[in-house]
């Protein structure tokens, strides 16, 4: 970054790896998931025996084809890919098939939530290295174990162009992306790898780009950049100069830690890989991957505040998870969209925090939900009640109406049954019922929570809080 123009305090770059939900890997056979036993899911393709030929993974272009489409990149027209040289355990041939020269998406964007544009310098696919497994931690360890399982499966980078201003930022463009890759259907969050390569540098130093390694997790991510950003102001104060460098984080003790000097792109000695035929991009291959696009979160937000009347706020909320939006679409249908947007906004997640768990974990039938909301729609059950049953709903799939008829939980609802017993509160407690005269509004909740127990919470509050103010008068 440094000679670059910049203006604001802190100038970060994100260059994150994301590894695709592809059956097989990269350019081999090999499954990308399932037995954890150190070094079972290879071949000769792989491990970069002598002799062996890669052979490209059809979906995992479709993949990253979708990707690009989806952070509005300019598409390549060929896909090229390169091999590219260094000298670690992690790539057993060493070097890494990537792309260098013509990456598959260059010039996108994707949006922040403050609606900031940032910049998608390119995204190109690659295979991911090995893991290194150091027993007793990076520092400590005398020696490091490989495990190749890894080795080869589908990665995508996107690279951003250094416009991220501070560590918020860069957490929610984090945010952002996992959203994009979810509406995609092209990452698993249960099972993908997707981790960060940090650039930041500061106004004081004159922008020396200091590089973090490998970050895993939104909140890695923000605490590792917060703590690069204070050690270079730091150094910066005591008068040191700053150089180019690469550094490890350490989650353990929240610090960075120097690893090597900075390599430039110049120095891995890119060349074009000769096992792999250049391919054609066509107007046919980007127009089949664009049928299959869905609709992804930003253009959700906009239709939800158009169409459905929802507060901006609601409206992100349910789109940032697709299972969510689309039963909140499916509910809309039949249920009046804001209260919808209420129960499943606030009541699921509710429920769905409380016990630990995702909606894609739950089995949860859309048509019980609607009869749950309906009843509450139409004022056939409190609140509170909806609030009960909607628990019981996220443990087990039940009839709700049949439910609410077995147990006896309509609401009370005929005047005449609910003016006798707020008579009976009133006549019950003369006292808070003179402080309400005298403006103690306290009174009223208290008098309101004396019918409801009368009712057994199948009151609703609000005509109760009616009847009782026009008794009281």
């Not at 399932?34 to 002598?50: A, I, K, S, Y």
């Not at 249908?333 to 947007?341: F, G, N, R, T």
């Not at 799939?397 to 707020?422: H, I, M, R, T, W």
Request: with cysteine; proline share 4%; glycine share 6%.
């Amino acid at each position: 970054m440094a000679g670059e123009k910049f203006t604001s305090d802190v100038v970060i770059g994100l260059e994150i790896h994301a590894e695709m939900a592809t059956q097989s890997k990269l350019f081999c056979g090999c499954s990308t998931h399932g037995t954890d036993e150190p070094n079972t899911r290879t071949c000769e393709v792989c491990l970069g025996m002598p002799g062996s030929k890669p052979v490209l993974n059809r979906k995992a272009v479709d993949f990253a084809l979708k990707l690009c489409l989806a952070l509005n990149c300019r598409i390549a027209p060929q896909l090229v890919f390169s091999r590219k040289s260094y000298f670690y355990p992690d790539m057993a041939k060493n070097y890494q098939i990537s792309q260098y020269e013509i990456p598959l998406g260059k010039k996108g964007s994707l949006k922040l939530k403050s609606g900031k544009e940032v910049g998608i310098t390119r995204v190109h696919i690659e295979e991911d290295p090995a893991a290194l497994v150091h027993p007793s931690g990076m520092e400590r360890s005398t020696y490091v174990l490989v495990d190749y399982n890894r080795s080869g499966d589908p990665l995508c980078e996107i690279v951003t162009d250094p416009e991220l201003e501070s560590p918020s930022e860069a957490r929610d463009f984090m945010k952002q992306l996992i959203t994009v890759l979810n509406y995609l259907s092209i990452f698993d969050i249960n099972r993908c790898i997707i981790k960060a390569d940090c650039n930041v540098s500061i106004k004081e130093s004159g922008y020396v780009r200091a590089e973090i390694k490998n970050v895993t997790g939104f909140k890695e991510i923000e605490r590792a950049l917060k703590y690069e950003v204070e050690r270079q102001k730091k150094e910066v104060h005591e008068g040191n100069s700053l150089k180019q460098e690469t550094r490890a984080w350490d989650p353990d003790l929240g610090i960075t830690r120097p690893m090597r000097t900075k390599e430039v792109e110049e120095e891995y000695g890119y060349i074009l890989d000769p096992d792999l035929t250049v391919i054609d991009i066509t107007d046919e291959m980007v127009s089949a991957v664009e049928q299959d696009m869905p609709e992804l979160a930003e253009s959700k937000i906009e239709k939800y505040v158009k169409e459905y009347n929802l507060k901006k706020e609601d409206a992100e909320i349910l789109s940032q998870e697709k299972l969510l939006a689309d039963l909140f679409e499916k509910v809309a249908e039949e249920i009046d969209p804001v209260l919808a947007a209420k129960w499943l906004r606030r009541e699921l997640v509710r429920v769905l925090n409380y016990s630990k768990k995702k909606l894609a974990e739950i089995e949860l039938d859309e048509r019980h939900l609607i009869d749950l909301l309906k009843l509450v729609e139409e004022k056939k059950i409190t609140e509170t009640t909806g609030q009960n049953l909607i628990e019981k709903l996220l443990q087990e799939p039940f009839d709700v109406k049949e439910y609410v008829e077995n147990q006896g939980l309509a609401a009370v609802s005929d005047k005449g049954e609910l003016e006798k017993f707020c008579k009976e509160a009133v006549e019950e407690n003369p006292k808070a019922v003179e402080d309400l005269k005298q403006g103690n509004e306290n009174s009223l909740n208290f008098l309101v929570g004396q019918v409801m127990r009368k009712t057994k919470g199948k009151a609703v509050p609000k005509e109760v809080n009616e009847i009782l103010r026009k008794l009281v008068g």
